[in-house]
């Protein structure tokens, strides 16, 4: 087992991420998103992985804020990077998530080898759905899954990754259930008043 170095994490950090995403981890108002309190970030660790490995496009809500626009990828980092610098994002600044290991990066890169475009978020959060069992039924779902079906499709089992963490996860994936609910409503009743 490796483990991760933080200050190695924060070297790769400064020398590629923090042009877009800044040295406080705070993004640029609506152009970089922050990482700083984000949920991608601090969620199940495979989300921040894949999107190093992959990249990510088009939009994506991040502390509240929408954000339309692309990230490269910087899959040409070493495993030992990946994990030093994922693990530097997850606990700098106010975050406070596990570490990350190379082991888990070369997992991570394994099962999600078939995805050659950068990720939307729909497709990140399909695949949290996927693993939680629905994301839009009520939480209790998230005690009854098992990911025996995933394994075998070859996609990419978030519980696998990060036995800790995806208990919150499951609970942002929850609330913007229910903001979209209210939104929904929202719409309806101004219809309702025209
Ligand atoms: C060229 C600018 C750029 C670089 C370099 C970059 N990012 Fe990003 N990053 C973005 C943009 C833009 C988005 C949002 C993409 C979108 O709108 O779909 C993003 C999104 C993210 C997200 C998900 C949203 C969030 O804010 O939590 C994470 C996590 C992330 N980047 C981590 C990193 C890490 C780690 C590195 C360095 C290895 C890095 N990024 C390098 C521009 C960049």
């Not at 994490?9 to 993004?27: D, K, M, R």
């Not at 890169?109 to 009520?138: C, D, F, N, R, Y």
């Amino acid at each position: 087992m490796s483990t991760p170095d933080i200050a190695n994490g924060n070297t790769v950090y400064n020398q590629v991420c923090a042009a877009c995403h800044q040295p406080t981890g705070l993004g640029l108002a609506g152009v970089f998103p922050p990482l700083d309190g984000s949920d991608w970030v601090t969620g199940p660790a495979g989300l921040p992985i894949s999107i190093i490995l992959k990249g990510l496009q088009g939009p994506i809500d991040v502390n509240g804020v929408t954000y339309n626009s692309m990230m490269p990828a910087a899959g040409y980092l070493t495993d030992q990077q990946i994990a030093d610098v994922t693990t530097y994002i997850r606990q700098a600044w106010s975050n406070k998530a596990d570490a990350v290991t190379a082991e888990t990066v070369a997992q991570v890169k394994e099962m999600t080898s078939e995805q050659v475009l950068p990720w939307t978020a729909e497709q990140l959060q399909a695949l949290v759905a996927e693993h939680s069992g629905s994301a839009t039924s009520a939480p209790a779902v998230a005690t009854s899954t098992t990911s025996t079906t995933l394994a075998n499709t070859g996609s990419f089992d978030v519980a696998k990754i990060t036995d800790k963490s995806d208990s919150h996860w499951f609970s942002f994936g929850w609330v913007i259930g229910a903001l979209i609910f209210v939104v929904a409503i929202i719409a309806g009743l101004k219809k309702l008043t025209h």
